[in-house]
């Protein structure tokens, strides 16, 4: 079975400052990623995903993945983050040949002015 | 841009009665989905549904739990006689395509179940 674990539930930061959220996988099997945001009362949004090629996916708002497949991780960065990037950030992922997404806990990421 | 929309956006139920909650999903979408999330935990699969009938089902999803495509537009999920630990945040999710070459899954912005 897949699992995802993101490391840090809550991650403060202040205006501008650089940001890493932080997910590992763990699967027998090859697997698709994604990141998903959720702004406070809304739905997830689809913020990027890893299907295959590149290991470094650019997604919206500025925000950057990259799937390292050796150390199971697909951590999400953003070299200079904004208010408006207060959400809750969900690593998922799903195994080819399946359509359920398997979702991390969440990483709250707050920005401090 | 599409969107997949959800009523209500807040659902109050007494325990033992039935709930049906409704979801629109993006219009060429194929594949649609149910996920649901306890407060404070992680987001959850519960079933997904392609050419009308049911493709994949978590063990979450027993026998109290039911879906349907009642015309070419709505997706619906009944549960019977809903329990207090039925209260989530539950999300409706469709896709283009699933499987091999995983499309995106597109959320609405989800229905708040509360159970008394």
């Known amino acids: 079975a897949q699992s995802v674990t993101q490391l840090d539930s809550q991650v403060p930061v202040f205006e501008e400052a650089p940001v890493e959220l932080r997910c590992n996988y763990s699967?027998?099997?090859?697997?698709?990623l994604f990141w998903y945001v959720q702004y406070p009362n809304q739905g997830l949004q689809l913020l990027l995903k890893y299907l295959s090629g590149s290991t470094l996916v650019k997604g919206i708002n500025g925000f950057e993945a990259e799937f390292n497949k050796s150390q199971t991780s697909f951590h999400l960065r953003k070299p200079s983050v904004h208010i408006s990037d207060t959400a809750e950030y969900f690593c998922?992922?799903?195994?080819?040949?399946?359509?359920?997404?398997?979702f991390g806990q969440g990483t709250r990421l707050t920005i401090n002015p | 841009e599409p969107e997949v929309t959800q009523t209500p956006s807040h659902q109050v139920t007494q325990m033992g009665q039935e709930v049906i909650l409704r979801c629109v999903p993006i219009s060429n979408h194929l594949y649609f989905y149910w996920y649901r999330q306890i407060l404070g935990q992680k987001v959850e699969f519960l079933v997904s549904?392609?050419?009308?009938?049911?493709?994949?089902k978590s063990e979450i999803f027993d026998d109290q739990f039911s879906v349907e495509r009642p015309d070419g537009s709505n997706f619906t999920l009944k549960i019977r006689s809903t329990k207090l630990e039925d209260s989530a945040m539950y999300f409706c999710?469709?896709?283009?395509?699933?499987?091999?070459?995983?499309?995106?899954?597109?959320f609405g912005d989800g229905t708040r179940l509360s159970i008394l």
């Open positions: 999710a469709s896709s283009y395509s699933g499987g091999a070459r995983n499309q995106p899954q597109h």
């Open positions: 699967s027998s099997v090859s697997v698709y």
């Open positions: 998922a992922v799903s195994i080819q040949g399946a359509q359920k997404l398997v």
């Open positions: 549904f392609y050419n009308n009938e049911i493709s994949e």
